[in-house]
Antibody, heavy 114, light 106 residues
């Protein structure tokens, strides 16, 4: 059974940092590209970032470019999202998802507020 | 930026057909996926590559694409089909989601 479990969400002040994790199982993580997608409360889905299987090819949405960094540890089967210089508009539930968006985690909530 | 436009809402009676559109420039050059999301839950893929149905998705869900418009069709709509629906496409390593359509079955 494919499982993706996000963790690391919480409350942070504007300008602060936080790192999200996504722990996966049930599929071959080492060959899978992965995504982060977020959703603000009552709003639609927003793609955040994509990383290829070995971390050599990464893309970001313009809204997070230069502030967020995606990475992965294939040995631990974990995906990460380092978020710096956080803003109120980054407040959202963050989901990790597989390459074709066919499997999603349950999401973890980030709140950026003073 | 590339935008996928959907109608904000759609109401359908049980047993009837719901059609949700997704429009964008040059959409005919891209594959479109569709997702269903119920309140408090993660999205679930219901159609991929315009018209392919993932394992476990009921046959009443179908997809098509023509020109700049992709369409998700729910035949014989059931109460359990209520939720938000999003189209999604990608272009040169950028991935986009549609604006979303809330489907109400009443």
């Amino acid at each position: 059974e494919v499982q993706l479990v996000e963790s690391g969400g919480g409350s942070v002040q504007p300008g602060g940092s936080l790192r999200l994790s996504c722990t996966v199982s049930g599929f071959t993580f080492t060959t899978s590209w992965m995504h982060w997608v977020r959703q603000a409360s009552g709003k639609g889905l927003e793609w955040v970032s994509r990383i290829n299987s070995d971390g050599s090819d990464i893309t970001y949405a313009d809204s997070v470019k230069g502030r967020f960094t995606v990475s992965r540890d294939n040995a631990k089967e974990k995906l990460y999202l380092q978020m710096d210089s956080l803003r109120a508009e980054d407040t959202a539930v963050y989901f990790c998802s597989t390459e074709k968006f066919d499997f999603w985690g349950q999401g973890t909530l980030l709140t950026v507020s003073s | 930026s590339y935008e996928l436009t959907q109608p904000p809402s759609l109401s359908v009676s049980p047993g009837q057909t719901a059609s949700i559109t997704c429009s964008a420039d040059k959409l005919e050059d891209k594959y479109v996926n569709w997702y269903q999301q119920k309140p408090g839950q993660s999205p679930v893929q219901v159609i991929y590559r315009d018209n392919q149905r993932p394992s476990g998705i009921p046959e009443r869900f179908s997809g098509s694409s023509s020109g700049n418009v992709a369409t998700l069709t729910i035949s014989e709509t059931q109460a359990m089909d209520e939720g938000d629906y999003y189209c999604q496409a990608w272009d040169i390593s950028t991935y986009m989601f549609g604006t979303g359509t809330r489907v109400t079955v009443l």
